[in-house]
């Protein structure tokens, strides 16, 4: 049992992450919901657009604002990019603010401008805990910046080799993710004809804007800056990442340093399972779940470490990352509400 209870507000409610949010705080022993908001869908029911979180369906949505917000112990908010700033600092130093959105994920302002294309709002503490120092810093925080999808999978599947120093700092990564990843409103490209039965590419070249949080996340645990070629791609299922993560080895690379490496980061990590090898990771294992599947290599041949990753984007790679940062800050036990075991098949 948890002892205490916090009352939780959701911004951004009749979205994709909204949506897996309050699926996963229904499940909470230490959460009550309080107040549910939206924008163009305020007024309407949540059971006319989350048709399956059925405990909430009477509940009718609010306009976003900061006196919605107000009074409550925790407000995730789950907005647009450059929709959180605004809503926050109106919402004082008490109360846990959670932003599953990017606003505050970035350090460096040139990198914010250049590539969300508007003035840099400030830099939280990091929610994703694995990262060295991560943990601590979240441990009372009042501010948590929920990290992007792939950043989410990419700097679990390469951080340890940079920690070992077994990478040199330039890694190649390709991401396949399911469509839930674009949002919710509806985009040309993700209609079911032309995305179904086919796979494609997108933000090549450096272009995607999850390039310099990738960055920021690797250059930190090398202690040098590391360049990152990000190629990410849109797979026809509704969620999951799977992110094939290359670096060349460095001199003296031995696969045994390889899996020791991934071996000693995650020995402790309730949530990152390193696969037993020879066994490599799928989107359908994860789920639903807030379980990271990680597995790693040497081919020595290539002289490149390999390391694969799976991720639920919606779960881990937005609302279950979120949940369990908010535990952290509060001082809950890690884990609570939140599970390891997906949907198969
Ligand atoms: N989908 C994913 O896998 C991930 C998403 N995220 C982040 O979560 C956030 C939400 O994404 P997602 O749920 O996918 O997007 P959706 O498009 O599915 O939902 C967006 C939500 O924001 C609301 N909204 C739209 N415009 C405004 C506005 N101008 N002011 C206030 N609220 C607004 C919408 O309300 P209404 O429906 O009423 O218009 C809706 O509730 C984004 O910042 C995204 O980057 C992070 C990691 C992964
Ligand atoms: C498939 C797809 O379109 N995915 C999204 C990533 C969503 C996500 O995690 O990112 P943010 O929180 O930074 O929006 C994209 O590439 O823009």
Redesign the pocket.
Known sequence: MVAQTVRAAVA???????GELLRLLLGHPGVRIGALT?????GQTLGSLQPHLLPLAGRVLEA?SAEVLAGHDVVFL????G?SAAVAEQLGDEVLVID???DFRLKDAADWERFYGSAHAGTWPYGLPELPGARAALEGSKRVA?P??YPTAVSLALFPAYEAGLAEPEAVVVAASGT??A???AKPHLLGSEVMGSMSPYGVGGGHRHTPEIVQNLSAVAGEPVTVSFTPTLAPMPRGILATCTAKARPGTTAQAVRDAYEKAFADEAFVHLLPEGRWPATASVYGSNAVQIQVTYDEHANRIIAISAVD??TK??AGGALQSMNIALGLPEDTGLSTIGVAP
Request: proline share 3%; with cysteine; aromatic share 4%.
């Open positions: 951004g409610a009749s979205g994709y992450a909204g939206a924008n163009s869908n305020a976003t789950a907005l647009p990019h929709q599953v959105g990017a929920v992007g999808c839930s990843g949002g919710r409103a984007n919606l790679g937005t």
